[in-house]
C-alpha cells in the first residue's frame, strides 16, 4: 500500500507489519507512556530502552547533538560493552525525553542508516534530530517532519476502557452513582500547591462531596504530603474511596467507571487522558503556571472540553480527544516512506 493511502490504524498496523521497535527514555513515567501509547496503537510489541547520561554530558545535552564525541554519554553509545543500545537495531525507535534525544543519530548511524527514527516532544534540538517529531501545539518547534497535534499521546484507548467498565475494581463498583473521579498530580517546575491551595481543594472537595457525587480519587508521585492527607481525610470521610498505594494503580479504572473528572492543572499529560474519555473534566489549578502549559489550557477552554472546579459540577459532552491514533498513523506513513527510499 502508497504511504499516502493509509489512513486508519488497521491500515497501518498493516503497513508496518513485522517492524521490530525499541522505545527510548531516561526512565521518567510520562515519557515512556507517550512512547509506549504510540507503540501500541501501531500494534508493535517494543522492546524498552533506557538511558542515564553522566555528567558532563548530561549538562552539554541536547545543544550537542551534532558532535558525535560530545552528544552522548560514551559508556551508552551503540554498541558499547555495558549499553543497553545493543544490535541488532531495530527497523524503528520511538523516543522521548531531552535526555534520549541525542541518541538518535548515534543508533541513525550505528545502523547504517537503517534504522527510522521518531522523538514526540520538543528535544530542543531542532527537527533534524529525528526523521519524524510529533510536538505539541503549545511548543514553537515546526518543520515539514514535524505533527503537532493539541493533546498528547498516551495508553488510554476505548477498548481498554471499556473492559474496565465492564468488570470495575470491588472499591469502585461499591459507589454509588455518580462517580466523580479526582486526579492529583503535584509540585512541579512552574506549579506549586501552597496552603491556599490546599485549603481551596479541601473546601472544594467538601462542597462535591455534599452535592451527593461519590468521590473515587488517586494521587501521584508528585502529589506533597500536605494535600495528600488533606485531599484523603476529606473523601474518606465522606464515604468515598482514595487509593491506598497498594497494588496496581486504579488510574484507567477511576477514567473509565467515572461521570465526570476533576484533574489538577500542572500534568498536559493527565489532562489529555482524561479529555480521552469525552466525559466532563473540570480543572484545579495551583498557583503558579507557565506560558506553554496557559496556552495549552487555553486552547481547550476555548473548544469548550474543560470546566474549572470550584466544587460544583457542569454538565456538558464533546466528542472524545484523542491524538494518539493520528500520531501513530502519521509515523506509519513518514516510515514506509522511508523504506520506500523516498525519505
Known sequence: MPPTEITTLEEARTAITGCTCW?????????????LGVAERLGLEAQERVVKPRAPWL???PL?????????????????????????????????????????????????????TAFLKDPRTGPGIADFLWVPAHDRLRGENVLTTLTSPHRITPEALATLR?????????????????????????????????????????????????????????????????ARTRIESAGGWFWDGTGENPYR???????????????VNMVGEALATGKPVHLFRPGGGSRKIDQFLRGLEEKGVLRPFSGA??????????ATPEIAITLARRLMTFRNGRL
Open 23 to 35: 522505545v527510548l527514555t531516561d526512565g521518567k513515567a510520562g515519557d515512556l507512556a507517550q512512547c
Open 59 to 61: 549538562w552539554l545535552m
Open 64 to 116: 550537542s547533538w551534532r558532535m558525535p564525541f560530545l552528544a552522548i554519554d560514551p559508556a551508552e553509545a551503540p554498541g558499547c560493552a555495558g549499553s543497553s543500545l545493543q544490535p541488532p537495531y531495530p527497523d524503528l525507535v520511538i523516543a522521548s525525553g531531552r535526555r534520549a534525544a541525542p541518541y538518535l543519530p548515534a543508533i541513525k548511524r550505528a545502523s547504517g542508516g537503517k534504522t527510522f
Open 166 to 230: 465492564e468488570a470495575p475494581p470491588a472499591p469502585i463498583a461499591a459507589l454509588k452513582a455518580p462517580r466523580v473521579a479526582v486526579l492529583i498530580g503535584g509540585n512541579s517546575k512552574d506549579f506549586t500547591f501552597t496552603d491556599g491551595d490546599v485549603r481551596r481543594f479541601w473546601d472544594a472537595l467538601g462542597a462535591l462531596a455534599s452535592s451527593g457525587a461519590s468521590i473515587m480519587a488517586t494521587a501521584s508521585r508528585r502529589t506533597p504530603p500536605e494535600l495528600l492527607e488533606a
Open 253 to 267: 479504572a477511576l477514567l473509565a467507571n467515572a461521570e465526570s473528572l476533576v484533574v489538577t492543572a500542572e500534568s
Open 313 to 322: 459540577l457542569e454538565r456538558y459532552s464533546y466528542a472524545p480527544m484523542d
